[in-house]
């Protein structure tokens, strides 16, 4: 087992993937730290950090998320790569935690946070993540990590343990479920389908995490579908469906969102009504809180021949100086007439693209709308997704059926 461990140290110079940002790891801890990790022929790689890889979401910046860039290029070179094992250690928050990255490594990606040694706890540091499995606002706490390569099928496990024996968490993790298969799913880079068929259940590597959970009434019409079933959604109930996670790597910086819609009422001319695809939730569940990086809906427009299809996102802002904290920030909305007439009663397939500079939009495979951001950056974090409504569920419903909703990381590829 190799361990590669990080002085949080801050270093001015500019960042060895992004020159105009400041650097944590510095250039020359940089080149070790990839050539060690290329070099190892260990099973198991733990890469310990003297702080956490995400927010504390308390305005301190000893945390990777200020260095987001350099985090995530890390965490990229292992998944494109195809380096197994590797697994994250840090700490430092007096609060014990497991995150668990869906698929970020081309694997689930284990993030093990262990404190405090002592007494002293922390609760406001136990704040809300997307890939939060389990944790402890407890004092006196360790984690061991035992590998076991003695058989064909090496091991690790990892144990949240408290003097006198107590063990408050074990995690076993088989070596194979630490390595990237293609063979483990034919749409590896398709992190999310609900196709509606037969019931609400996602169809893509990360299974039932992304279940989603019909709200209202909301229910499936068989054989009414673009293939199969679909989602009905009946306006006048609020109805819409619900999915209580994240589904795509913490601030991605590129992404393609698919469905097909077809509706039996759209926005009245000359009202307020909007009508809304989809919007993401700050926390997995209806809310009004400020996380709506996924967001399409349509609301009137001057014409009354015309629709707008309008997009609002929420990026993340590069810190506006050295060893500053990134913050959210919101765009939008962005504006796309479409003639009603081309949309009402009648199947439509509209895919939105994000990569971090433009958004693009694109009805039934014809882009119809590209977007450039005035503000450059990647995704804020979000916890979970609305279909067929807002962040807060009611009061701004679609009307109609929607059916095959898919989501990439990247590109759209072949379904």
């Given amino acids: 087992m190799v361990s590669l461990f990080n002085k949080f140290l801050v270093n001015n110079a500019g960042s060895p993937v992004d020159e105009s940002q400041p650097t944590c790891f510095g250039s020359e801890q940089w080149t070790w730290l990839l050539a060690e990790l290329r070099k190892s022929k260990a099973p198991f790689k ?128 088989p070596l194979t479920s630490l390595t990237a298969s293609e063979e483990q799913h034919p749409h590896p880079n398709r992190r999310a389908h609900w196709s509606f068929d037969d019931d609400f259940k996602n169809n893509s590597p990360l299974s039932h995490r992304i279940d989603a959970v019909p709200a209202n009434g909301a229910r499936l019409d068989a054989n009414k579908g673009v293939s199969g079933g679909a989602l009905k959604l009946d306006r006048s109930s609020q109805q819409y469906i619900r999915v209580p996670r994240s589904f795509l790597d913490d601030n991605s910086p590129h992404h393609t969102v698919s469905l097909w819609f077809k509706p039996t009422s759209l926005p009245t001319h000359g009202t307020a009504e909007r009508h809304f695809l989809f919007e993401s939730t700050a926390e997995g569940d209806v809310s009004a809180k400020s996380a709506w990086h996924l967001s399409l809906g349509m609301r009137s427009s001057e014409s009354p021949d015309q629709i707008n299809m309008q997009l609002y996102t929420h990026t993340l802002q590069p810190a506006s100086k050295p060893e500053a904290a990134p913050e959210a920030t919101s765009q939008g909305g962005f504006d796309t007439l479409i003639d009603r007439a081309s949309l009402l009663d009648r199947w439509n397939q509209i895919t939105l693209t994000f990569d971090s500079q433009t958004l693009t939009l694109s009805l039934d495979e014809k882009q119809i709308a590209k977007h450039t951001l005035p503000v450059p950056g990647p995704a804020s974090e979000f916890g979970g997704l609305i279909i067929g409504g807002h962040r807060e569920g009611t009061g701004r419903n679609f009307d109609g059926w929607i059916d095959e909703v898919s989501i990439w990381q990247g590109e759209m590829d072949e379904q």
Avoid: C
């Fill in 46 to 173: 733990v890469l310990a950090l003297g702080a956490i890889r995400e927010d504390k979401k308390n305005k301190e910046t000893d945390d990777m998320f200020t260095y987001w860039y350099e985090r995530d290029a890390l965490l990229n070179v292992i998944r494109n790569e195809n380096i197994s094992g590797v697994v994250l250690l840090g700490g430092d928050i007096h609060v014990a935690r497991h995150l668990i990255h869906p698929r970020r490594a081309g694997y689930d990606l284990h993030d093990f946070v262990i404190s405090p040694g002592h007494k002293r706890t922390i609760t406001e540091l136990d704040v809300f993540h997307p890939s939060l499995e389990w944790s402890l606002v407890e004092g006196w706490q360790f984690l061991t990590l035992t590998a076991d390569g003695t058989s064909d099928a090496p091991i690790l496990t990892a144990e949240f343990r408290q003097p006198d024996g107590i063990v408050n968490r074990k995690v076993e993790m």
